[in-house]
């Protein structure tokens, strides 16, 4: 049985044992050796659904050491059975590609360091790290801080569709401040991300460590997963992106990346392809989300000016959240990218610079998906 969070039951702390003690492993070069030795295993002993999850990170992190090794060039472009077979099994139950995903390395990560105190960095951990010190302890809790505080307005989106099919001004008035309020608390939060995670470890350790094997000129072929699949197969690194919360918000608010239910662009298809990145029932609740009575025609045909007002708040936070995000990137890829190349450098040399890390122009990704919230927001009469 699985004590707590933290720990698998034998046969499964071997794995658990080899996670916990990432960095000096690889650090030793001796993470590999340890991966080869391990038995291969049946996953019919990992019962519930918090084993499984826990399985899923333990066994993403022990692949993404195995893969990219001490981060310097000498990397594993096929993954031994003992990891893959047990691995492709447990994703299949789970519904989650073989890979790490925001899902374990954010969602499935943390503790808090005095159970009955309050979810804050101080009074939280991460269970597994990379190399890099605690770069990724910062990179992982700020994104699921932030997380936090935009789901707490989750809970009045029901009060949102009722107030829309009663044609209820006044309720959607004051759950629309709600969410916008939460919203601008998710970005108040994000501004920890300066305090708790260094640029240069960030660019030149961890990002390593996420990297993926799809769009990724170091593994153009992709990952072979030994005893699975006769072919390699190609998976996206960990990122937000398959943080569905961003997706909600865009959704609820008919912030649209598609056209008629179909991307519209690349940066469409991407965030529409990270959504398979996300756990099953994240996908089923924004398709659900979709398939509800649009606010924004809502509001549109009400032609109420405070109430246009409050929805473009909501829009305006995701603007907001987006903005301090790109000026994110910039610090952390961009400039540090910068730094590897010499010369001086022009802001489109610089861009140039990032392209081919996730396969795709980040900063015209990132440009159009902001491009698109800020159209969203309905212009004054
Ligand atoms: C050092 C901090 C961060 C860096 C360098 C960073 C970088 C990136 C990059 C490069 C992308 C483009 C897609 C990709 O290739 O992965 C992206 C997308 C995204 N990131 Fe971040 N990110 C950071 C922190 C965060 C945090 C804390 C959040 C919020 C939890 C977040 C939310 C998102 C979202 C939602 C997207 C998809 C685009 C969108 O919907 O606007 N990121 N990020």
Same mark, same amino acid.
């Given at each position: 049985?699985?004590?707590?969070?933290?720990?698998?039951?034998?046969?499964?702390?071997?794995?658990?044992?080899?996670?916990?003690?990432?960095?000096?492993?690889?650090?030793?070069?001796?993470?590999?050796?340890?991966?080869?030795?391990?038995?291969?295993?049946?996953?019919?002993?990992?019962?519930?659904?918090?084993?499984?999850?826990?399985?899923?990170?333990?066994?993403?992190?022990?692949?993404?050491?195995?893969?990219?090794?001490?981060?310097?060039?000498?990397?594993?472009?096929?993954?031994?059975?003992?990891?893959?077979?047990?691995?492709?099994?447990?994703?299949?139950?789970?519904?989650?590609?073989?890979?790490?995903?925001?899902?374990?390395?954010?969602?499935?990560?943390?503790?808090?360091?005095?159970?009955?105190?309050?979810?804050?960095?101080?009074?939280?951990?991460? %269970?597994?790290?990379?190399?890099?010190?605690?770069?990724?302890?910062?990179?992982?809790?700020?994104?699921?801080?932030?997380?936090?505080?935009?789901?707490?307005?989750?809970?009045?989106?029901?009060?949102?569709?009722?107030?829309?099919?009663?044609?209820?001004?006044?309720? %959607?008035?004051?759950?629309?401040?709600?969410?916008?309020?939460?919203?601008?608390?998710?970005?108040?939060?994000?501004?920890?991300?300066?305090?708790?995670?260094?640029?240069?470890?960030?660019?030149?350790?961890?990002?390593?460590? %996420?990297?993926?094997?799809?769009?990724?000129?170091?593994?153009?072929?992709?990952?072979?997963?030994?005893?699975?699949?006769?072919?390699?197969?190609?998976?996206?690194?960990?990122?937000?992106?398959?943080?569905?919360?961003?997706?909600?918000?865009?959704?609820? %608010?008919?912030?649209?990346?598609?056209?008629?239910?179909?991307?519209?662009?690349?940066?469409?298809?991407?965030?529409?392809?990270?959504?398979?990145?996300?756990?099953?029932?994240?996908?089923?609740?924004?398709?659900?989300?979709?398939?509800?009575?649009?606010?924004?025609?809502?509001?549109?045909?009400?032609?109420?000016?405070?109430?246009?007002?409050?929805?473009?708040?909501?829009?305006?936070?995701?603007?907001?959240?987006?903005?301090?995000?790109?000026?994110?990137?910039?610090?952390?890829?961009?400039?540090?990218?910068?730094?590897?190349?010499?010369?001086?450098?022009?802001?489109?040399?610089?861009?140039?610079?990032?392209?081919?890390?996730?396969?795709?122009?980040?900063?015209?990704?990132?440009?159009?998906?902001?491009?698109?919230?800020?159209?969203?927001?309905?212009?004054?009469?």
């Amino acid at each position: 049985m699985q004590k707590t969070w933290e720990e698998l039951p034998h046969p499964y702390d071997a794995w658990i044992s080899i996670a916990r003690n990432l960095p000096e492993l690889i650090e030793n070069n001796q993470l590999r050796m340890e991966v080869d030795k391990l038995a291969m295993l049946s996953i019919d002993g990992l019962r519930g659904h918090r084993a499984q999850r826990l399985g899923h990170l333990v066994l993403g992190y022990i692949t993404m050491a195995y893969v990219w090794g001490q981060g310097d060039g000498d990397i594993r472009k096929v993954l031994p059975s003992n990891i893959a077979v047990p691995y492709c099994k447990l994703s299949e139950k789970l519904g989650l590609p073989p890979i790490l995903l925001y899902a374990d390395c954010v969602l499935a990560n943390w503790k808090k360091k005095d159970p009955s105190g309050p979810m804050t960095y101080e009074n939280m951990d991460i %269970l597994f790290s990379f190399p890099g010190g605690d770069c990724g302890k910062g990179f992982f809790l700020v994104s699921l801080l932030v997380e936090i505080a935009a789901a707490s307005a989750i809970k009045v989106i029901p009060i949102i569709f009722d107030a829309v099919k009663r044609e209820d001004s006044d309720t %959607l008035q004051k759950a629309l401040l709600d969410i916008s309020s939460s919203l601008r608390k998710a970005l108040d939060v994000f501004s920890q991300i300066h305090e708790y995670v260094d640029p240069n470890l960030f660019f030149n350790v961890l990002r390593i460590y %996420l990297s993926g094997w799809k769009g990724n000129p170091l593994l153009s072929e992709g990952l072979l997963y030994e005893g699975v699949w006769d072919t390699p197969k190609k998976f996206a690194g960990g990122s937000a992106a398959q943080s569905s919360i961003f997706q909600c918000f865009d959704v609820l %608010l008919g912030i649209q990346h598609t056209v008629g239910g179909v991307p519209s662009d690349p940066a469409a298809e991407f965030l529409q392809e990270m959504r398979t990145y996300m756990p099953p029932a994240h996908q089923s609740f924004l398709l659900s989300l979709k398939s509800r009575p649009s606010v924004r025609e809502f509001v549109l045909s009400k032609g109420n000016a405070t109430l246009q007002k409050t929805y473009n708040e909501c829009v305006q936070a995701m603007v907001s959240l987006r903005n301090y995000h790109l000026q994110i990137v910039v610090k952390y890829i961009i400039i540090p990218a910068s730094r590897q190349s010499t010369g001086e450098s022009s802001e489109e040399d610089l861009e140039a610079e990032s392209k081919g890390t996730g396969g795709t122009n980040l900063m015209d990704f990132l440009k159009t998906v902001r491009g698109k919230t800020v159209n969203c927001l309905l212009k004054e009469h």
